[in-house]
């Protein structure tokens, strides 16, 4: 049986943390982001943690156990 090998563009998409969960980046982050409002700030550079029913795929691509 061949090795797994690792999905590199979700290796560089998505982080496995301390306790096994998967995080990622927030989406909008990139650029128009002077356009916005004062009052509505948005909290885009926070990573966040990855749903439980898309926690399988991933760690599948990313070769997790």
């Known amino acids: 049986m061949p090795?797994?090998?690792t999905h590199k563009g979700a290796a560089g998409r998505f982080q496995?943390?301390?306790k096994g969960r998967l995080k990622r980046r927030r989406a909008g982050?990139?650029?128009i982001l002077e356009k916005?409002?004062?009052k509505r700030k948005r909290r885009l550079n926070t990573e966040t943690i990855i749903h439980a029913h898309?926690?399988?795929k991933l760690k599948?691509?990313?070769g997790v156990r």
């Open 3 to 5: 090795k797994m090998k």
């Open 16 to 18: 496995v943390g301390k």
């Open 29 to 31: 982050h990139n650029h």
């Open 36 to 38: 916005k409002s004062r």
């Open 54 to 56: 898309d926690e399988k």
């Open 60 to 62: 599948r691509l990313l």
